[in-house]
């Protein structure tokens, strides 16, 4: 079955204080977009890509992909002005059955090895969630007092979250709703359930200065 990512690559850096998209910014030389192709790449020699990019940026992917090497089996696509729209963009361009990989563009460490799994596992069940349990106490705030969870109940929610197309494509067919903020939410509202896989702690989101501090040592460990 056809292997798709789709690389949600839409934002801006307004958090990271700075005007170029931070799925542009450099990691060990590199942008962190092209950390996440080259990890993909890794994993499956016969993966396509849509790349989704700022609407005033889409020139800024030629000397990426041309890096890559992947022009053949890429499409670049404008981002919405949300995640769900953005993503209902690039998935307006898959007309065959495939399993298909949403992917964070700032989530440069992700490995091959978990982009592997997400793709057993979603051949087996339909979908493949990454999510790490909660490594911090929890409490619920109720609205002037609070109350304490059990952590272990708490999952994280990473990318690339996984589906088959059957699934997913028919999903985004439905109208925008503010409880969207990923795809397996999408997915839930259509009546399907979704799978959790074991996801990686390293497999962090690059949303601030911080974060990629953190990305350049995790990157240096791994070297």
Partial sequence: MKKIAVITA????NRMGIDTPKQFLLLA???LLWHCIQSFLTA???IDFILILPAHYLDGAEALIADLQIGHRTTIV???STRFHSVQNGLKKIEEPAVIFVHDGVRCLVSPNLIKRCYEQTMQTGSAIPAVVSTDSIRLDQGGYSQSIDRNLVHIVQTPQTFLSELLLPAFEQDYCDSFTD?????EAAGKKVALIEGEYRNIKITRPVDLLMAEMLLAEKG
């Fill in 78 to 80: 404008a981002g919405g």
């Fill in 44 to 46: 499956f020699n016969d």
């Fill in 10 to 13: 839409g934002g801006i850096g």
């Fill in 29 to 31: 030389g590199k942008p």
């Fill in 183 to 187: 795809e397996a939410t999408v997915v």
